[in-house]
Protein backbone atom coordinates (compact mmCIF):
# COMPACT_ATOMS: atom_id res chain seq x y z
CA UNK A 1 0.00 0.00 0.00
CA UNK A 2 2.83 2.30 0.49
CA UNK A 3 4.78 4.31 -2.15
CA UNK A 4 8.00 2.80 -3.33
CA UNK A 5 10.92 3.47 -0.96
CA UNK A 6 14.42 1.60 -0.26
CA UNK A 7 17.19 1.46 2.42
CA UNK A 8 20.75 -0.02 2.49
CA UNK A 9 22.16 -1.89 -0.57
CA UNK A 10 20.95 -3.55 -2.86
CA UNK A 11 21.66 -5.29 -6.39
CA UNK A 12 21.23 -3.64 -9.67
CA UNK A 13 18.40 -6.38 -10.55
CA UNK A 14 16.43 -8.46 -8.47
CA UNK A 15 16.67 -12.23 -8.20
CA UNK A 16 20.58 -11.70 -9.11
CA UNK A 17 23.97 -12.64 -7.73
CA UNK A 18 24.50 -9.90 -4.91
CA UNK A 19 27.60 -11.10 -3.05
CA UNK A 20 29.24 -10.39 -0.15
CA UNK A 21 32.91 -8.61 0.24
CA UNK A 22 33.88 -12.29 1.01
CA UNK A 23 32.34 -13.37 -1.93
CA UNK A 24 29.12 -15.40 -0.77
CA UNK A 25 25.77 -14.41 -1.61
CA UNK A 26 23.43 -12.53 0.36
CA UNK A 27 20.20 -14.60 0.90
CA UNK A 28 17.11 -12.35 -0.79
CA UNK A 29 13.22 -12.97 1.00
CA UNK A 30 10.53 -12.04 -1.06
CA UNK A 31 7.94 -10.78 1.45
CA UNK A 32 4.52 -9.95 0.30
CA UNK A 33 0.94 -10.34 2.61
CA UNK A 34 -1.08 -11.63 -1.11
CA UNK A 35 1.55 -13.87 -2.55
CA UNK A 36 2.86 -12.91 -5.34
CA UNK A 37 0.12 -11.26 -7.25
CA UNK A 38 0.05 -7.80 -5.15
CA UNK A 39 2.53 -5.39 -3.48
CA UNK A 40 5.42 -6.51 -2.38
CA UNK A 41 9.90 -6.14 -0.87
CA UNK A 42 12.73 -7.72 -1.80
CA UNK A 43 14.73 -8.27 1.40
CA UNK A 44 19.10 -9.26 1.19
CA UNK A 45 19.99 -10.83 4.39
CA UNK A 46 23.33 -11.70 5.47
CA UNK A 47 22.04 -15.18 5.80
CA UNK A 48 19.34 -17.59 5.40
CA UNK A 49 15.78 -16.65 7.03
CA UNK A 50 15.40 -19.99 7.42
CA UNK A 51 17.97 -21.24 9.87
CA UNK A 52 15.41 -22.60 12.75
CA UNK A 53 17.20 -24.40 15.38
CA UNK A 54 14.41 -25.26 17.84
CA UNK A 55 10.79 -25.44 18.78
CA UNK A 56 8.82 -24.75 21.58
CA UNK A 57 5.17 -26.38 23.13
CA UNK A 58 2.73 -23.96 21.35
CA UNK A 59 0.76 -21.95 23.79
CA UNK A 60 -3.34 -20.84 22.80
CA UNK A 61 -3.83 -17.21 22.65
CA UNK A 62 -6.97 -17.16 20.89
CA UNK A 63 -10.03 -15.21 22.48
CA UNK A 64 -12.27 -16.13 25.22
CA UNK A 65 -15.85 -15.85 23.92
CA UNK A 66 -18.37 -14.65 26.32
CA UNK A 67 -21.59 -13.27 23.86
CA UNK A 68 -21.58 -14.24 20.30
CA UNK A 69 -24.52 -12.54 19.78
CA UNK A 70 -25.97 -9.17 21.14
CA UNK A 71 -28.63 -6.52 20.32
CA UNK A 72 -28.06 -3.35 22.41
CA UNK A 73 -25.37 -0.28 23.14
CA UNK A 74 -22.70 -1.42 25.07
CA UNK A 75 -19.53 0.57 26.74
CA UNK A 76 -16.11 -0.42 28.23
CA UNK A 77 -14.17 1.52 30.30
CA UNK A 78 -10.64 0.72 28.44
CA UNK A 79 -8.22 2.10 30.93
CA UNK A 80 -9.35 -0.57 33.27
CA UNK A 81 -7.45 -2.94 31.53
CA UNK A 82 -4.62 -3.57 33.93
CA UNK A 83 -0.62 -2.60 32.90
CA UNK A 84 1.17 -5.95 32.20
CA UNK A 85 5.17 -5.80 32.13
CA UNK A 86 6.00 -8.19 29.12
CA UNK A 87 4.69 -6.80 25.55
CA UNK A 88 2.33 -9.46 24.47
CA UNK A 89 0.99 -10.90 27.91
CA UNK A 90 -0.49 -6.91 28.11
CA UNK A 91 -2.61 -7.34 24.85
CA UNK A 92 -5.92 -7.85 25.73
CA UNK A 93 -8.54 -8.50 23.13
CA UNK A 94 -12.00 -7.07 23.87
CA UNK A 95 -14.22 -7.08 20.41
CA UNK A 96 -13.71 -10.25 17.87
CA UNK A 97 -15.23 -11.69 14.77
CA UNK A 98 -13.94 -13.20 11.88
CA UNK A 99 -12.42 -10.16 9.87
CA UNK A 100 -10.57 -8.29 12.94
CA UNK A 101 -9.69 -8.82 16.48
CA UNK A 102 -9.60 -5.27 18.97
CA UNK A 103 -7.18 -5.64 21.10
CA UNK A 104 -6.05 -3.44 24.48
CA UNK A 105 -2.83 -3.18 25.71
CA UNK A 106 -0.68 -1.36 28.61
CA UNK A 107 2.29 -2.33 28.01
CA UNK A 108 5.37 -1.55 30.79
CA UNK A 109 7.81 -2.54 28.21
CA UNK A 110 8.33 -3.78 24.88
CA UNK A 111 9.82 -6.95 24.14
CA UNK A 112 13.61 -7.01 24.19
CA UNK A 113 14.47 -10.11 25.06
CA UNK A 114 12.51 -11.88 21.73
CA UNK A 115 11.23 -10.82 18.79
CA UNK A 116 7.14 -11.16 17.72
CA UNK A 117 5.36 -11.86 14.52
CA UNK A 118 1.91 -11.66 14.02
CA UNK A 119 1.91 -14.29 10.99
CA UNK A 120 -2.19 -14.19 10.51
CA UNK A 121 -3.00 -10.36 10.97
CA UNK A 122 -1.83 -6.96 9.99
CA UNK A 123 -1.26 -4.86 12.53
CA UNK A 124 -2.57 -1.38 13.48
CA UNK A 125 -1.48 -0.05 16.72
CA UNK A 126 -2.77 3.17 17.38
CA UNK A 127 -0.70 4.84 20.56
CA UNK A 128 -3.02 6.71 22.86
CA UNK A 129 0.00 7.11 25.71
CA UNK A 130 3.23 6.38 25.15
CA UNK A 131 6.57 6.90 22.58
CA UNK A 132 9.26 4.65 21.65
CA UNK A 133 10.77 2.97 18.95
CA UNK A 134 9.52 0.43 16.54
CA UNK A 135 12.59 -2.13 15.50
CA UNK A 136 11.73 -4.43 12.60
CA UNK A 137 14.01 -6.02 9.57
CA UNK A 138 12.93 -2.76 7.75
CA UNK A 139 14.84 -0.33 9.90
CA UNK A 140 13.21 1.83 12.94
CA UNK A 141 10.38 3.85 13.36
CA UNK A 142 9.77 6.39 16.07
CA UNK A 143 6.32 6.78 17.78
CA UNK A 144 4.42 8.87 20.18
CA UNK A 145 1.26 9.83 20.82
CA UNK A 146 -1.56 9.80 18.19
CA UNK A 147 0.78 7.88 15.90
CA UNK A 148 -0.89 4.97 14.06
CA UNK A 149 1.41 1.71 13.38
CA UNK A 150 0.53 -0.28 10.93
CA UNK A 151 2.78 -3.41 10.29
CA UNK A 152 2.34 -6.07 7.44
CA UNK A 153 1.58 -9.53 8.88
CA UNK A 154 4.91 -11.88 9.33
CA UNK A 155 7.22 -8.53 9.85
CA UNK A 156 9.10 -9.34 12.52
CA UNK A 157 9.48 -6.50 14.97
CA UNK A 158 10.87 -5.74 18.54
CA UNK A 159 8.59 -2.45 20.36
CA UNK A 160 10.17 -0.01 22.39
CA UNK A 161 8.55 2.09 25.26
CA UNK A 162 10.18 5.39 26.49
CA UNK A 163 8.25 4.99 30.00
CA UNK A 164 6.28 2.72 32.00
CA UNK A 165 2.84 4.35 31.05
CA UNK A 166 1.87 3.31 28.14
CA UNK A 167 -1.98 2.80 26.28
CA UNK A 168 -2.92 1.01 23.17
CA UNK A 169 -5.66 0.67 21.14
CA UNK A 170 -4.74 -2.25 18.46
CA UNK A 171 -6.55 -3.77 15.53
CA UNK A 172 -5.19 -6.94 14.31
CA UNK A 173 -7.03 -7.33 10.62
CA UNK A 174 -7.05 -10.66 8.85
CA UNK A 175 -7.00 -9.34 5.61
CA UNK A 176 -4.54 -6.32 4.32
CA UNK A 177 -4.53 -2.51 6.12
CA UNK A 178 -5.08 0.32 2.91
CA UNK A 179 -5.76 3.46 2.24
CA UNK A 180 -9.15 4.25 1.11
CA UNK A 181 -9.64 3.57 -3.01
CA UNK A 182 -11.66 6.83 -3.60
CA UNK A 183 -7.96 8.46 -2.26
CA UNK A 184 -5.99 7.28 -5.09
CA UNK A 185 -5.38 7.70 -8.25
CA UNK A 186 -5.75 4.36 -10.73
CA UNK A 187 -1.90 4.32 -10.32
CA UNK A 188 -1.71 4.37 -6.55
CA UNK A 189 -1.10 8.19 -5.89
CA UNK A 190 -2.93 9.76 -3.11
CA UNK A 191 -5.18 12.17 -4.96
CA UNK A 192 -5.80 16.02 -3.67
CA UNK A 193 -9.27 15.29 -2.23
CA UNK A 194 -7.41 12.72 0.33
CA UNK A 195 -7.00 14.16 3.70
CA UNK A 196 -3.77 13.03 3.95
CA UNK A 197 -1.05 12.27 1.53
CA UNK A 198 2.36 10.79 0.81
CA UNK A 199 4.40 13.15 2.70
CA UNK A 200 2.29 12.57 6.44
CA UNK A 201 3.23 8.79 6.11
CA UNK A 202 6.39 8.34 7.47
CA UNK A 203 8.76 4.95 6.45
CA UNK A 204 11.20 3.24 7.75
CA UNK A 205 14.80 5.18 8.60
CA UNK A 206 18.44 3.66 10.56
CA UNK A 207 18.45 -0.12 8.84
CA UNK A 208 19.68 -1.96 11.32
CA UNK A 209 22.16 -4.88 10.29
CA UNK A 210 22.89 -7.66 13.06
CA UNK A 211 25.43 -10.41 11.37
CA UNK A 212 25.21 -12.52 14.55
CA UNK A 213 24.80 -15.86 15.06
CA UNK A 214 23.16 -17.30 18.68
CA UNK A 215 19.69 -18.62 20.02
CA UNK A 216 17.28 -15.97 18.95
CA UNK A 217 13.28 -16.08 19.86
CA UNK A 218 10.82 -15.44 17.47
CA UNK A 219 7.27 -15.58 18.69
CA UNK A 220 4.94 -16.27 16.19
CA UNK A 221 1.21 -16.21 16.31
CA UNK A 222 -0.80 -18.25 14.10
CA UNK A 223 -5.05 -18.70 14.27
CA UNK A 224 -4.67 -17.97 18.06
CA UNK A 225 -1.90 -19.87 18.58
CA UNK A 226 2.05 -18.97 20.22
CA UNK A 227 4.45 -20.73 18.77
CA UNK A 228 8.30 -20.06 20.07
CA UNK A 229 10.86 -20.49 17.38
CA UNK A 230 14.67 -20.27 17.63
CA UNK A 231 16.37 -19.22 15.25
CA UNK A 232 20.27 -19.45 14.50
CA UNK A 233 20.70 -16.14 13.62
CA UNK A 234 19.75 -12.68 14.18
CA UNK A 235 16.03 -11.82 12.36
CA UNK A 236 17.59 -8.20 11.89
CA UNK A 237 20.51 -8.81 9.68
CA UNK A 238 19.17 -7.35 6.75
CA UNK A 239 22.11 -5.32 4.60
CA UNK A 240 19.13 -3.50 2.00
CA UNK A 241 15.87 -3.74 0.88
CA UNK A 242 13.02 -2.12 -1.84
CA UNK A 243 9.42 -2.23 -2.36
CA UNK A 244 5.90 -1.34 -1.35
CA UNK A 245 5.68 -3.48 1.24
CA UNK A 246 6.91 -2.47 4.47
CA UNK A 247 5.85 -0.70 8.07
CA UNK A 248 5.04 2.84 8.46
CA UNK A 249 3.30 5.23 10.54
CA UNK A 250 0.92 7.76 10.21
CA UNK A 251 -0.19 10.55 12.90
CA UNK A 252 -3.75 11.10 13.90
CA UNK A 253 -2.89 14.87 14.06
CA UNK A 254 -1.75 15.00 10.75
CA UNK A 255 -5.02 14.26 8.95
CA UNK A 256 -7.16 17.22 7.72
CA UNK A 257 -10.65 17.15 8.56
CA UNK A 258 -13.26 17.60 5.61
CA UNK A 259 -16.31 19.82 6.87
CA UNK A 260 -19.23 21.51 5.30
CA UNK A 261 -22.18 23.63 5.67
CA UNK A 262 -24.24 20.75 6.92
CA UNK A 263 -23.56 17.99 9.34
CA UNK A 264 -21.02 15.41 7.40
CA UNK A 265 -21.72 11.85 7.15
CA UNK A 266 -19.17 9.30 8.88
CA UNK A 267 -17.25 7.99 5.31
CA UNK A 268 -15.54 11.76 5.84
CA UNK A 269 -13.44 10.78 8.67
CA UNK A 270 -12.34 7.44 7.01
CA UNK A 271 -8.63 7.21 7.41
CA UNK A 272 -7.92 3.25 6.04
CA UNK A 273 -10.06 0.11 5.06
CA UNK A 274 -9.41 -3.77 4.84
CA UNK A 275 -12.11 -6.30 3.91
CA UNK A 276 -15.15 -5.86 5.82
CA UNK A 277 -14.27 -2.87 8.36
CA UNK A 278 -13.10 0.16 7.94
CA UNK A 279 -11.33 2.45 10.34
CA UNK A 280 -12.25 6.59 10.75
CA UNK A 281 -10.13 9.51 12.61
CA UNK A 282 -12.50 12.11 14.46
CA UNK A 283 -9.92 15.21 14.80
CA UNK A 284 -10.13 18.48 16.25
CA UNK A 285 -12.22 20.68 13.50
CA UNK A 286 -14.86 23.54 12.86
CA UNK A 287 -18.00 22.27 12.94
CA UNK A 288 -21.21 23.32 10.22
CA UNK A 289 -21.31 26.97 9.24
CA UNK A 290 -25.10 26.78 7.77
CA UNK A 291 -27.23 29.64 9.97
CA UNK A 292 -29.79 26.75 10.45
CA UNK A 293 -26.92 23.64 11.12
CA UNK A 294 -26.99 21.35 13.78
CA UNK A 295 -23.51 20.56 14.94
CA UNK A 296 -24.86 17.15 16.61
CA UNK A 297 -24.29 14.31 14.97
CA UNK A 298 -28.09 13.04 13.00
CA UNK A 299 -29.69 9.63 14.60
CA UNK A 300 -28.78 7.01 11.98
CA UNK A 301 -29.43 3.03 12.41
CA UNK A 302 -26.64 0.52 12.01
CA UNK A 303 -28.13 -1.98 9.44
CA UNK A 304 -25.02 -3.15 8.25
CA UNK A 305 -22.43 -2.54 10.80
CA UNK A 306 -21.54 -2.61 14.53
CA UNK A 307 -19.44 0.90 15.17
CA UNK A 308 -16.69 1.22 17.52
CA UNK A 309 -15.15 4.55 19.01
CA UNK A 310 -12.93 4.45 20.96
CA UNK A 311 -12.37 8.17 22.89
CA UNK A 312 -8.52 9.68 22.95
CA UNK A 313 -8.97 12.92 24.08
CA UNK A 314 -11.10 16.20 24.02
CA UNK A 315 -14.96 16.71 24.93
CA UNK A 316 -17.82 14.91 22.83
CA UNK A 317 -20.74 16.62 22.72
CA UNK A 318 -22.90 14.27 21.36
CA UNK A 319 -22.35 12.28 24.45
CA UNK A 320 -22.07 11.91 28.58
CA UNK A 321 -19.95 11.09 30.96
CA UNK A 322 -17.19 10.16 28.29
CA UNK A 323 -14.03 8.80 29.50
CA UNK A 324 -10.55 9.07 28.29
CA UNK A 325 -9.77 4.94 26.50
CA UNK A 326 -13.70 4.18 26.59
CA UNK A 327 -15.00 2.02 23.98
CA UNK A 328 -18.54 2.67 22.53
CA UNK A 329 -20.22 -0.54 21.03
CA UNK A 330 -23.55 0.16 18.99
CA UNK A 331 -24.32 -3.03 17.11
CA UNK A 332 -26.27 -2.93 13.83
CA UNK A 333 -30.01 -3.64 14.05
CA UNK A 334 -30.76 -0.44 16.06
CA UNK A 335 -30.68 3.22 16.01
CA UNK A 336 -28.46 5.17 17.75
CA UNK A 337 -27.57 9.09 18.07
CA UNK A 338 -27.21 11.76 20.89
CA UNK A 339 -27.60 11.41 23.96
CA UNK A 340 -31.17 13.19 25.51
CA UNK A 341 -30.39 17.16 25.31
CA UNK A 342 -26.84 16.93 23.24
CA UNK A 343 -28.83 18.38 19.81
CA UNK A 344 -29.85 21.59 21.50
CA UNK A 345 -26.51 21.60 23.40
CA UNK A 346 -24.75 21.93 19.74
CA UNK A 347 -26.60 24.70 18.35
CA UNK A 348 -24.38 27.60 18.05
CA UNK A 349 -21.26 25.93 18.77
CA UNK A 350 -18.32 26.37 16.36
CA UNK A 351 -15.42 23.89 16.53
CA UNK A 352 -14.73 20.29 18.54
CA UNK A 353 -11.62 19.54 19.90
CA UNK A 354 -12.33 15.65 20.22
CA UNK A 355 -9.61 13.01 19.36
CA UNK A 356 -11.28 9.95 18.60
CA UNK A 357 -10.72 6.20 16.67
CA UNK A 358 -14.05 4.41 15.07
CA UNK A 359 -14.09 1.29 13.44
CA UNK A 360 -17.23 0.17 11.63
CA UNK A 361 -17.22 -3.67 10.65
CA UNK A 362 -19.59 -5.12 8.37
CA UNK A 363 -20.35 -8.16 10.15
CA UNK A 364 -21.22 -8.83 14.04
CA UNK A 365 -18.47 -8.46 16.59
CA UNK A 366 -18.46 -10.71 19.45
CA UNK A 367 -17.24 -9.89 23.40
CA UNK A 368 -15.04 -11.33 25.04
CA UNK A 369 -14.57 -12.74 28.85
CA UNK A 370 -11.94 -9.51 29.25
CA UNK A 371 -14.29 -7.25 27.59
CA UNK A 372 -17.21 -8.02 30.76
CA UNK A 373 -14.97 -7.50 33.26
CA UNK A 374 -14.66 -3.39 32.46
CA UNK A 375 -18.12 -2.96 30.54
CA UNK A 376 -20.19 0.08 32.14
CA UNK A 377 -23.44 -2.11 32.10
CA UNK A 378 -25.62 0.69 32.50
CA UNK A 379 -24.81 2.42 29.11
CA UNK A 380 -27.96 0.56 27.39
CA UNK A 381 -29.91 3.46 29.50
CA UNK A 382 -28.13 6.26 29.15
CA UNK A 383 -30.40 7.42 26.27
CA UNK A 384 -33.51 7.54 28.52
CA UNK A 385 -34.80 10.80 29.68
Given at each position: ????????????????????????????????????????????????????????????????????????????????????????????????????????????????????????????????????????????????????????????????????????????????????????????????????????????????????????????????????????????????????????????????????????????????????????????????????????????????????????????????????????????GIPHGPHPGAVEKS???TETKELAVMVDTFH??????????????????????
Amino acid sequence: MPHYHKLGEIPHKRHTQFRKSDGGLYSEQLFSTEGFSNDYSLLYHVHPPTRIIKTEKPVDVSPQIAEEKMLQHRSFEGFHIKPASDYLESRVPVLVNSDLHIVLAAPKQGNKTYFYKNTDADEMIFVHEGSGVLHTMYGKLDFAYGDYLVIPRGTIYQIEFKTEDNRLFIVESFSPIRYPKRYMSKNGQLLEHSPYCERDIRTPYGLETHDETGDFIIRAKKRGVLYNLHYGTHPFDVVGWDGCCYPFAFSIHDFEPITGRVHQPPPVHQTFEAHNFVVCSFVPRMYDYHPQSIPAPYNHSNIDSDEVLYYVDGDFMSRKNVTRGMITLHPAGIPHGPHPGAVEKSIGKTETKELAVMVDTFHPLMLTKQALQIENEGYIMSWAE
